[in-house]
Nanobody, 124 residues
Framework: QVQLVESGGGLVQAGDSLRLSCAAS????????MGWFRQAPGKEREFVAA????????YYADSVKGRFTISRDNAKNTVYLQMNSLKPEDTAVYYC?????????????????WGQGTQVTVSS
């Protein structure tokens, strides 16, 4: 069982940066692939980024590639999402998620554990 708690969301202006954190419970954090997803009002949850167990492989949605960076610190049981050059269309609730396998990392239904989400609002 893994419990995930996101933090770092807030209200920013277009062009600003934010760093989201997701702290995981348990002693097996390094055995999980970690992902970030987001969900805007009236829209389906969408993939943002994912990172492999040791952090040596990362995956991004085209919409955030070059602006967002996912990273992890296995010693701190934490995964991060650095978001730069934020746009109003990045406004959403951001969720972190965990799973064992790295197959189909962009598919939300493949993830076993989810955090409660943190709101990110980008004003124009």
């Amino acid at each position: 069982q893994v419990q995930l708690v996101e933090s770092g969301g807030g209200l920013v202006q277009a062009g600003d940066s934010l760093r989201l954190s997701c702290a995981a419970s348990g002693r097996t954090f390094s055995s999980y692939v970690m992902g970030w997803f987001r969900q805007a009002p009236g829209k389906e949850r969408e993939f943002v980024a994912a990172i492999s167990w040791a952090g040596d492989s990362t995956y991004y949605a085209d919409s955030v590639k070059g602006r967002f960076t996912i990273s992890r610190d296995n010693a701190k049981n934490t995964v991060y999402l650095q978001m730069n050059s934020l746009k109003p269309e990045d406004t959403a609730v951001y969720y972190c998620a965990a799973r064992r396998s790295i197959v189909a990392v962009s598919t939300a239904s493949r993830y076993d554990y989810w955090g409660q989400g943190t709101q990110v609002t980008v004003s124009s």
